[in-house]
C-alpha cells in the first residue's frame, strides 16, 4: 500500500490544500462519487453510516479501514425536500454506507471524523442535463457552509490505466480545461455534450466518474473553476486534473 499512496502523492497533496483553502471547515459535507448510483436519487440518511468495500484484489487490511465520521440525518431530509421541490424524484436510504470514491478523501481532509458526512447517489441513466438539476437544486446548501465534493476521475477508462493513455487523456484533460474556463453559459453547454469532446469514449466509455463533476458544476454554475490537481504521467502516461468551483 505504500508504494499505491506514492503513486497518488500528488492528488493526496491536493486534498490537504483543499481545506486550507476554504474559508472554515464546513459544517457538513455532501459527497457525488462516482461509486453509488441508481434508478433514482438516493440520499444517505443514516447517523452513523457503515462501510462498503467497492473494489477487490486490494491488501486485507483495506477491508479493515472504517471511517467513523457522523451522518446527518437533518441535512439529508433537508436534501429530499429540496430534490422535491425541484420535481426530482428522490428517496432516503438508512442502509448505503460510505463507498471509496467518500471515504478515501474525506479520510485525508478529515482524519479525526469530525465533519458530519453524506453520500447521494448519481443517476443510473448518466444524463448530463438532469444531473446539472440534482446541483442547482442543492446550490443553496453551498452559502450555508457545506462542501459539495464530485467525486470521480477525468480519465477511467479501466482497460487501459497505463501507458495506452497517454494520448487520449491529454486531449481529454485540455478540451475540460477549455471547457471549463469559458463562461458560465458556454460551459455548461459544453459539459452538456461532453461526448463530443476528443477521445471522450476512448476516457469514458462508462461515464460513472464524469458524471459527478456535472452535480458540482450545477451546484456552482456560475462560479469560477480553478484546476488544483494535474499530473500528465499518472501511472506511467495518464493525464488526470481536478477543479474547485469557487
Known amino acids: 500500500m505504500p508504494q499505491l499512496r506514492q503513486i497518488f502523492a500528488n492528488l493526496e497533496a491536493s486534498f490537504y490544500e483543499m481545506i486550507k483553502e476554504l474559508p472554515e471547515k464546513p459544517k457538513a459535507i455532501v459527497i457525488i462519487s462516482g461509486h453509488w448510483e441508481a434508478d433514482e436519487v438516493r440520499v444517505m440518511t443514516s447517523d452513523a453510516p457503515p462501510m462498503e468495500y467497492d473494489y477487490f484484489g486490494f491488501p ?3 477491508y479493515e479501514i472504517k471511517y467513523t465520521s457522523p451522518g446527518a440525518p437533518e441535512l439529508a431530509d433537508r436534501i429530499l425536500g429540496m430534490m422535491e421541490s425541484a420535481g426530482i424524484s428522490a428517496k432516503a436510504d438508512p442502509k448505503q454506507g460510505y463507498d471509496h470514491g467518500t471515504f478515501v478523501p474525506a479520510y485525508i481532509m478529515y482524519p479525526e471524523a469530525e465533519v458530519p458526512l453524506i453520500q447521494i447517489s448519481m443517476l443510473q441513466s448518466y444524463d448530463p442535463a438532469a444531473h446539472f438539476e440534482i446541483g442547482r437544486a442543492l446550490a443553496p446548501l453551498r452559502d450555508e457552509g457545506v462542501l459539495i465534493i ?3 476521475l477525468s480519465y477511467h477508462n479501466m482497460q487501459k490505466m497505463n501507458p495506452e ?8 484533460d485540455a ?10 453559459d458556454a460551459r455548461t453547454a459544453d459539459l452538456m455534450n461532453w461526448e463530443m ?3 471522450a469514449r476512448e476516457c469514458h466509455v462508462k461515464e460513472d466518474h464524469l458524471v459527478p463533476i456535472f452535480v458540482a458544476l450545477g451546484a456552482a454554475e ?4 480553478t484546476r488544483v490537481y494535474h499530473e500528465d504521467n499518472l501511472l506511467g502516461g495518464i493525464t488526470a486534473s481536478s477543479y474547485r468551483f469557487d
Open 60 to 62: 486485507p487490511e483495506t
Open 150 to 152: 464530485g467525486s470521480g
Open 165 to 172: 493513455a497517454k494520448i487520449p487523456s491529454a486531449q481529454f
Open 175 to 184: 478540451w475540460l480545461g477549455e471547457a471549463l474556463a469559458k463562461d458560465p
Open 197 to 199: 469532446a476528443p477521445s
Open 222 to 225: 456560475d462560479a469560477k473553476a
